[in-house]
């Protein structure tokens, strides 16, 4: 996906040894990983976490960027939280700050637009583009940068999603959200301070975003079952590995303790890194991201705040596990197809057409589904497929899935919504989203399997959606 990075010099990945916080013995294992996996990246040069890792900003820039003048972007949030501070340290160490500042309210949009006006503020030649900000900065810096040809610096402020080390930047074009290919940040500088300091709802995104990877790799396990998207051996285990590691100490999160905060912000910078790797974003993006894309798609508010990705996130994920655990209870082996079932292009035109009022939107829906769609003798071979595979497919998916109950007492826990009414979406809105999901993606998912079979009005009726 990317030219191997002309500069040579060495990488490395370091908890620095004075750090204040004290790693658990799990969070050893979880830094080791990294120190091993991002060497791996064609692009990322060095990932360094400290308890004031803001210290070392100067020394890390003049390291892997040389002294040039640099340029922070930040929000008015992300300026108080950590931009600031940056700005004292550079300037203390003797860097030229500009700054570029968005304002709060309203937050920007997270479109290309934005991004590519922002690249040319970044074009002229020595200057160094550091972002210090969460998720909606990130991509559009991660954009801007790449589209001006530069490397750049990334300061996230909260653990709030697993964009930081991605090589994808989500923006929408034209309404229509999608991953863009770009390079991800030469340096990631993470001070736990600063995510400490961050509102405890922000790091229950970023537990949100990671719980997501539960049915995310379900679905790439169906994908694999079918023969349509093989499992791969080094981007799975760095995502799926961890998970649990990393989900494991909810309270933690909602009471911002920093070895809480390390491990998930490492488990979100290693999915990160499978994204690039795999050079997709199927290791960590099923229908529980299809469902959150949705919602950002529409620009869902509640009270008067644009729901953020994590939250739509944690609702997706607990929607498709709700159907996980629906769909393990059919005998799919035994599943009788009825042909009356059977929609035809025209069809799912017709219902895209009903679901996506944006005439753009439906149209790159239309070009999405069109990938995956199958003629009436293919969806019957796929059936006798997935009915051979079922047994087999079954006992993996149970393998891999948590039980429902304990992933929505996890985000709970970790103060991450649990029901679709936290976040202002009704069981129609819910239902319609999740009828909806699967168009605007060519992945395959669990809402491909139940459409395909014809399962699908029976499962939204069925299952226990989190209302
Ligand atoms: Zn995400």
């Given at each position: 996906m ?25 969070n050893k ?10 060497p ?34 930040a ?22 700050v ?15 637009e ?16 550091v ?20 490397s ?42 600063i ?8 790091s ?11 049915p995310?790799?379900?679905d ?8 349509l998207?093989n499992?791969?051996k ?10 649990r ?7 933690g ?85 009825n042909?009356s079932?059977?929609k ?12 996506f ?5 439906a149209?790159?829906a ?10 009436s ?12 595979v ?7 998916l ?17 103060n ?7 976040i ?5 809105h819910?239902?319609?989203?999740i ?6 993606r ?10 395909q ?15």
């Open positions: 990317h030219s191997p990075h002309p500069n040579q010099e060495k990488k490395s990945v370091n908890q620095a040894d004075h750090t204040h916080n004290e790693c658990k013995p799990s294992d979880l830094v080791q990983l990294l120190a091993e996996f991002v791996k990246s064609q692009i990322i040069r060095e990932v360094f976490i400290d308890s004031s890792a803001l210290k070392n900003l100067p020394e890390k820039l003049l390291h892997h960027f040389g002294q040039s003048k640099v340029i922070l972007i929000d008015e949030n992300t300026w108080s939280a950590g931009g600031l501070a940056a700005q004292n340290e550079l300037q203390k160490a003797g860097y030229v500009e700054k570029l500042l968005f304002p709060a309210n309203p937050q920007p949009r997270p479109t290309i934005t991004a590519r006006t922002l690249s040319d503020e970044l074009r002229s030649d020595n200057l160094i583009p972002v210090v900000g969460t998720g909606v900065l990130n991509d559009l810096v991660k954009f801007a940068a790449f589209k001006a040809g530069k750049y610096c990334c300061v996230p402020t909260a653990a709030s999603m697993d964009g930081y080390a991605s090589a994808g930047s989500v923006l929408s074009d034209q309404g229509f959200k999608i991953t863009h290919n770009c390079a991800p940040p030469k340096l990631i500088l993470i001070d736990l301070d995510l400490g300091a961050a509102p405890s709802a922000m229950s995104w970023g537990y949100g975003d990671l719980a997501g990877k539960v995310a790799g379900g790439w396990i169906i994908a694999d079952s079918l023969g998207e499992i791969d080094i981007a799975w285990p760095l995502v799926q590995g961890n998970l590691l990393c989900l494991e100490n909810p309270e999160i909602r009471k911002g303790e920093p070895e809480s905060l390390q491990s998930l912000i490492i488990g979100l910078l290693l999915t990160g890194l499978a994204m690039e790797f795999f050079g997709s974003s199927r290791p960590a993006s099923g229908a529980d991201h299809q469902i959150a894309h949705i919602w950002e798609m529409e620009h869902h508010q509640f009270n008067g705040q644009l729901v953020s990705h994590g939250a739509c996130v944690s609702i997706g994920c607990l929607s498709t596990m709700a159907l996980y655990e629906w769909l393990l209870q059919q005998p799919l082996e035994r599943f009788a197809y042909k079932n059977y035809t292009m025209e069809d799912k035109e017709t219902e895209i057409q009903c679901l009022r944006e005439p753009e939107i149209r790159r239309l070009v999405e589904t069109k990938k995956k769609h199958l003629e003798g293919q969806i019957e071979e796929r059936i006798d497929q997935l009915k051979n079922w047994p087999k497919l079954k006992s993996r149970q393998n891999h899935l948590l039980p429902t109950t304990k992933l929505k007492y996890l985000l709970e826990a970790a991450a919504p649990i029901r679709a009414y936290q202002g979406i009704s069981e129609e819910l239902k319609k989203t009828r909806a999901a699967r168009f605007i060519s992945r395959y998912t669990i809402l491909d399997l139940l459409d079979t014809g399962l699908m009005d029976k499962a939204l009726s069925e299952a226990q959606l989190p209302l």
